[in-house]
């Protein structure tokens, strides 16, 4: 069956070190992954996407990857601060029949960033 | 550019009940998905609706249903409430390209 696995558990790490969370799926085959970020009662906030053909894509302090051969995608936070304390999501971008896509979420990494 | 409004952002109903939720999709976008979220729980997709019909559906039973109008917003509908329907309902709108944009959730609470 189809999953999509990220670390359940909370990553702690300190200001200003680098935080690394990991999405790991079986059984898809997707266009594209995508990372958001989601605050506690908030919908989800889209950050950045990596096609299947792309190994690496940066956005400021953020870095993604994509490994098709893995079926994995790495999220890379550099010099982390307090503000980045969220739970962040892999979402795996399907194509339906219509044409039009539909997100399917994993179920998250909470990050928690100590001063 | 509002984003995308869901309305209202709390309501608490009783098992057996049923409950309306609304989305506003973001202007210039024709698509709406709609996703339940349990604590702890990543999204899950319920359903999408495009040009008013309902275009794909995800494994939900049939006490969850929709409806999208001419001017793009949608609605949810649950019958028969169920305390397990207790969760953050998110809708996300596109325009067929490669962003979705969510709105702030609707949280369900049901007793």
């Known amino acids: 069956s189809q999953k999509i696995e990220q670390n359940s558990e909370a990553l702690n790490i300190q200001e200003g070190k680098t935080a690394t969370l990991t999405c790991n799926y079986t059984?898809?085959?997707?266009?594209?992954l995508q990372w958001y970020r989601q605050d506690p009662g908030r919908g989800p906030v889209f950050l950045l996407l990596?096609?299947?053909?792309?190994k690496e894509k940066r956005k400021e302090r953020l870095k993604v990857t994509f490994d098709t051969t893995l079926k994995q995608s790495l999220f890379h936070i550099t010099a982390s601060q307090p503000a980045d304390s969220a739970t962040y999501l892999c979402?795996?971008?399907?194509?339906?029949?219509?044409?039009?896509?539909?997100?399917?979420f994993g179920s998250g990494t909470r990050l928690q960033v100590q001063p | 550019d509002a984003g995308v409004t869901q309305s209202p952002t709390h309501l608490i109903k009783t098992r057996g009940q049923q409950v309306t939720l609304r989305c506003s999709p973001k202007s210039g976008h024709d698509t709406v998905s709609w996703y339940q979220q349990a604590l702890g729980q990543g999204p899950q997709f319920i359903f999408q609706y495009y040009e008013e019909e309902e275009r794909q559906r995800g494994n939900f039973p049939d006490r969850f249903s929709g409806h999208q109008f001419p001017n793009y917003s949608s609605e949810l509908n649950v019958n028969a409430l169920l305390l397990g329907d207790s969760a953050l309902y998110l809708c996300?709108?596109?325009?067929?390209?490669?962003?979705?944009?969510f709105g702030q959730g609707t949280r369900l609470t049901v007793v």
């Open positions: 979402a795996l971008d399907t194509f339906m029949d219509t044409g039009r896509r539909a997100l399917t």
């Open positions: 996300a709108s596109s325009a067929g390209g490669l962003l979705a944009f």
């Open positions: 990596i096609r299947e053909n792309e």
């Open positions: 059984n898809y085959s997707p266009a594209y």
